[in-house]
């Protein structure tokens, strides 16, 4: 029996159902790379953010993602090039899809049930979107945001519903505006951590604000 269609599982119609020791037998999840390019980079390296945002609330498989983030690593490492760019899914399958198998063979109608005692079995994982959410999001240098915008256009072939893309006024992953991360490095204010950063506030004991100048 195959796969079924991904319009059977797309609404958020049931609880959170995640595996645990009560629902064992779980399939892995296609996707198993959450980060990919030049994961290593500084956060000084790469000061552009775009982001793929789902305008719907629905449910994304998880074939759907590996899909999707095969597409774009793709497409930016042929016109970018393979260190031209972070990218990160944001989004994690752990909701478990439930599948009732009816038999279709001869005489199914004295094995089966029907609808008594239907509760399914695992058959996939999906990840749960709500409206306005980020989906993936790639960190790169101005010369190639064009390419990262249509990556992330093709993107939007891979899932169902409505997605959009958007150029973020944040440094890379950051949550610091690129004018303000400009004049916060120039003071010193900027504590490096990996792809991210912090912001000294200049709180605490004077002897740790001298240690650091």
């Known amino acids: 029996m195959g796969r079924r269609p991904a319009r059977c599982y797309r609404y958020q119609k049931n609880k959170p159902y995640p595996k645990s020791r009560y629902c064992r037998g779980v399939p892995d999840a296609k996707i198993r790379i959450y980060d990919l390019g030049k ?5 000084d390296e790469f000061p552009y953010c775009v982001h793929l945002i789902s ?7 998880s074939e759907a993602l590996e899909a999707a983030r095969i597409s774009a690593n793709k497409y930016i490492s042929k016109h970018g090039g393979k260190d031209s760019f972070h990218m990160r899914v944001r989004l994690h399958p752990w909701h478990v899809l439930r599948i009732n198998k009816m038999l279709s063979c001869a005489g ?11 509760f399914g079995k695992p058959t996939g994982v999906v990840a749960r979107v709500d409206i306005r959410q980020i989906m993936i999001s790639i960190r790169v240098k101005q010369i190639n945001v064009v390419h990262v915008i249509e990556a992330l256009r ?15 006024k944040n440094w890379g992953f950051t949550n610091v505006s690129r004018e303000d991360y400009t004049k916060l490095r120039g003071e010193g204010r900027i504590i490096v951590k990996g792809s991210h950063c912090n912001v000294r506030m ?3 004991p004077l002897a740790d604000l001298f240690k650091r100048t």
Do not use: N, W
């Not at 305008?55 to 498989?61: A, F, G, N, T, V």
């Open 39 to 43: 994961k290593k980079a500084d956060v």
């Open 202 to 204: 200049g709180h605490g």
């Open 55 to 61: 305008l719907e609330k629905e449910q994304i498989s």
């Open 108 to 118: 199914a109608d004295r094995l089966q049930t029907g609808m008594r005692q239907s």
């Open 154 to 168: 093709r993107c939007k072939y891979k899932f169902p519903g409505r997605q959009k893309v958007a150029v973020s």
